[in-house]
């Protein structure tokens, strides 16, 4: 039995990996539970004398939380056996796997916020694409139109999100909401301990962002503070906004579903800078974990499945069905599964120019 999220992707997966086990005369299970429940299911599952699965997906920055309770077990070993090559993962994405620099997972797929743009729109006005917070308002006001249905951007400011959004945007400034040690790139997560757990948002960055915040509130959506990630999707997607921040998972739907309005018009750009930051973007997706009470006889089945979820072949059939998760290198640079998405192409730059970090939101044991 193998836990994962409910969600497209891995329900994606699951069908896959029914057909690839039926060619075995064989077949696996898999439980899809949406994200609140999948975080409480880890955590019960953890509790039990054995693991009810084989292996469960946690979301990234749960894995601080995860590790320090012993509930997902090193797998240093296990990838070495499984001929997974963590060279072939961009650095800051495999960085996503270790805990105090052990490794407990493998990135099963990965998504990108970035700032989808009607390209349509800002050629008309003869405007640029926004690289700074300033831009991205200077061109809200100019698109915005409330009495049309139209609105500058698109954003889900709701509880859950704007926390999220909060720490990006802080990011985006140059600061990290942790105190975690600077690096030439920005912060690293390694080797965290109490020193590195004080919040540091009553700062000139923290107002910086909460500025852009409440300036985006006026160019957004009526409905914006009440705005989960797939409402201000669904926006975008209507063509009732000229810009909206997104997931590269969910923008995969702009392109492929029959009811989107912006096909072909949409245009892609990292996160713009604030005041004192750089363009950057945060990294978020799920990791495979193999539970640390798992029967010892379950192994060698778990260990075979991760090498198979996580290989190239996989994931380039995922990208192929149109799911942008290109973690490898080796899938990003596949002139096939480049040429199926605009996504893929985009986010192998983002990959190239070193622009995409995991400190945003820190995987410490108190993340949730």
Not at 46 to 51: C, E, F, K, L, W
Not at 127 to 134: E, M, V
Not at 332 to 349: K, N
Request: aromatic share 10%; glycine share 6%.
């Amino acid at each position: 039995m193998t836990l994962l999220n409910d969600d497209n992707y891995f329900a994606a997966m699951r069908n896959m990996w029914s057909d690839f086990r039926n060619n075995l005369a064989s077949a696996k299970s898999f439980k899809l539970m949406h994200q609140n429940d999948l975080y409480r299911e880890g955590l019960a599952n953890g509790a039990r004398t054995v693991s009810a699965y084989d292996m469960i997906a946690i979301d990234m920055p749960w894995l601080g939380e995860f590790a320090s309770k012993g509930l997902v077990l090193p797998i240093g070993e296990v990838i070495r056996e499984s001929g997974i090559n963590p060279m072939d993962f961009h650095p800051s994405i495999w960085s996503t796997t270790t805990w105090q620099r052990i490794e407990y997972g493998v990135p099963i797929y990965c998504t990108i916020e970035v700032l989808a743009c009607r390209s349509d729109l800002f050629d008309s006005e003869g405007l640029a694409l926004p690289r700074t917070f300033d831009d991205v308002i200077s061109a809200g006001r100019a698109f915005h139109n409330p009495a049309a249905e139209r609105y500058g951007i698109a954003w889900n400011a709701a509880h859950r999100p704007l926390a999220s959004s909060f720490m990006f945007f802080l990011g985006c400034c140059g600061q990290s909401v942790l105190s975690i040690r600077r690096t030439p790139t920005g912060y690293s997560t390694e080797n965290l301990d109490a020193q590195h757990m004080r919040p540091q948002i009553d700062s000139e960055a923290g107002l910086l962002a909460l500025d852009y915040m409440h300036r985006m509130l006026e160019i957004a959506q009526p409905d914006a503070l009440d705005a989960h990630w797939d409402d201000s999707c669904a926006v975008f997607l209507r063509g009732q906004s000229a810009m909206g921040y997104v997931w590269t998972m969910r923008a995969a739907q702009f392109e492929a579903e029959v009811r989107s309005a912006v096909k072909r018009r949409v245009a892609y750009v990292p996160q713009p800078s604030g005041p004192g930051g750089t363009n950057t973007s945060p990294i978020g997706g799920f990791l495979l974990c193999i539970p640390s009470n798992i029967d010892p006889k379950r192994l060698p089945l778990a260990a075979e499945a991760l090498a198979w979820m996580a290989s190239r072949e996989a994931m380039k059939e995922h990208v192929k069905n149109g799911f942008p998760v290109a973690p490898r290198f080796s899938v990003s640079a596949d002139p096939e599964a480049i040429g199926s998405s605009q996504l893929v192409r985009f986010v192998g730059s983002l990959a190239n120019r070193n622009l995409l970090r995991n400190w945003q939101r820190p995987p410490v044991p108190f993340y949730t």
